[in-house]
């Protein structure tokens, strides 16, 4: 009885836990560079499920066959779920779209790579390209963090009159001002953990073949429709869940009851 109360609650977790992650994702829809937390529901564990027959009461001649043996027998009739649980979350790195803004600081990424930049907590990795310049002309990020060059150091430009090549290489009124720092992972749900809307390094980064343009910045790749969608699914299964707990404390309660009365 306690199994079926247990596997309901767990239901009830599990969905919190996946409404909790879709709604970070569509609070980032308009987030440029996000990558939407991906998390599911798994089977937790199952147990035996045994039907226990007295061997005497079937065949009493077994007995007399078999002395001194069990006198019960378990027919096997199935495996029985213990609940749900959320495995470990993954990040979606799919391309998000593409959006020109004619700002000439905006930089989005074509491919796999990632805009390195300097953070007060070490050095970050991030798709988001709102670009802009501080007070002594360094290219940093809408969050005030520098933008790094391809040899680890800040970006300084004279104004921001820039345009770019695909490969990353930066001009000022058509004078070379050094080349944005973008790099790739071989696998970035391994190599990467997030923080926020950047990621830190857990692999070693790589000189990637990723296209980088301005005047243009990346989408965030949430599909307002289809998490909507999930958490509506989520909502009435967390319900269902709920509705179980409730019978199955009802039950418990009744059967506590009557066994007061032996």
Known sequence: MLKGLYSAASGMLSGLNRQTVLTHNLSNVNTAGFKQVMITMDEWKKTAVNDVVNINDQAPYLSSVYPGSDSKSYNYLGQLGLGVYNPDE?????????????????MAIQGDGFFRVRTPNGDR???DGRFQLDAANNLVTVDGFFVLDDTGNPIKLANSNVSIKTDGSLFVDGQSAGKLGVFSFTDPNVDLMRDENMFVAVGTPQTGTSQVFNNVLEGSNVDMTTAATQLLSISRSYESAQKLVTQQDSILNKTISSLGNY
């Open 125 to 127: 990795y991030t798709r």
């Open 90 to 106: 993954t990040i979606d790195f799919t391309q998000g779209p593409l959006e020109t803004t004619n700002q000439p600081l905006d």
